[in-house]
């Protein structure tokens, strides 16, 4: 595990799109591992800027990301699928095609998640896998329990990400309670991961996850046992550590 902590949250999406910037280079044809929230947002602007500057090329990146909420409409503001296209998406030359997200409104939800890890499989697993973390140390939806899933699943949301997710919407009773999420599986089996954690309201989740034991309790202390994973953290977040 690599731990690197920066003054400023824009020095944090620098680094991540540096390190996102070098996967496509060597790798045009790379999956990525894609994550919503406002961790990644200023990510996302530094790999637009340097699409726009003629350095990258997105044509054949193919993109998977980590979740999408149940039962909310694709074209909702709220969805997942409309932020990647807000801040991302309708930036690059990425084919609609590559871009994969968990159709939180199939029929049989189960059958979609099953279909998710299968469509991830059949990609050759993801090069690169962007994370946030959650106040309680969620990774995509994976929240704590007594135990992790490994496959994509459909998540109970706890109170507390319930909470989070609120200020994106206009009433609490519209924040969605479940989302599909990828599993502890897709996101161990990446070949890099890295999480980006910025603000104060993160340190102990952050510490948690690094310095504590491992445990289903704090989902995201399941890196310490992956190969190559770098938390790019700002001073704030990484104030306990
Ligand atoms: C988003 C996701 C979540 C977020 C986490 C942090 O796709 O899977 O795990 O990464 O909730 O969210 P922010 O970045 O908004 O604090």
Request: charged share 30%; proline share 3%.
């Given at each position: 595990m690599q731990v690197h902590v920066f003054d400023n949250p824009a020095q944090v999406a620098q680094a991540a799109a540096l390190l996102v910037a070098s996967q496509v280079l060597r790798k045009p044809d790379s999956v990525l591992g894609l994550a919503t929230g406002s961790s990644p947002i200023p990510t996302y602007g530094e790999l637009i800027r340097l699409y726009?500057?003629?350095?990258?090329?997105?044509?054949?990146?193919?993109?998977?990301?980590?979740?999408?909420?149940?039962?909310?409409?694709?074209?909702h503001p709220c969805s997942y699928h409309f932020f990647m296209a807000r801040e991302l998406f309708d930036h690059v030359n990425i084919p609609a095609e590559n871009?994969?997200?968990?159709?939180?409104?199939?029929?049989?939800?189960?059958w979609e998640a099953a279909r998710y890890d299968a469509a991830i499989a059949a990609s050759g697993g993801i090069d690169v896998q962007l994370l946030g973390i959650g106040h309680n140390a969620h990774v995509g939806f994976n929240e704590p329990g007594d135990q992790l899933v490994y496959g994509a699943h459909v998540s109970d949301l706890t109170p507390s990400t319930i909470q989070?997710?609120?200020?994106?919407?206009?009433?609490e009773e519209d924040v969605p309670r479940q989302a599909v999420t990828v599993g502890i599986g897709a996101i161990m089996n990446a070949r890099c991961v890295l999480l980006l954690a910025t603000g104060q309201d993160k340190?102990?989740?952050?510490?948690?996850?690094?310095?504590?034991?491992?445990?289903p309790r704090v989902p995201a202390s399941m890196l310490q046992a992956h190969a190559n994973v770098l938390f790019l953290l700002d001073r704030?977040?990484?104030?306990?550590?």
């Open positions: 726009r500057a003629g350095v990258l090329d997105f044509s054949r990146v193919r993109t998977f990301n980590l979740d999408e909420y149940c039962r909310l409409p694709s074209d871009t994969r997200l968990p159709d939180g409104n199939a029929e049989n939800l189960l989070a997710n609120r200020r994106f919407f206009d009433r340190a102990q989740a952050v510490y948690e996850s690094i310095r504590g034991e491992m445990s704030e977040a990484a104030e306990l550590l």
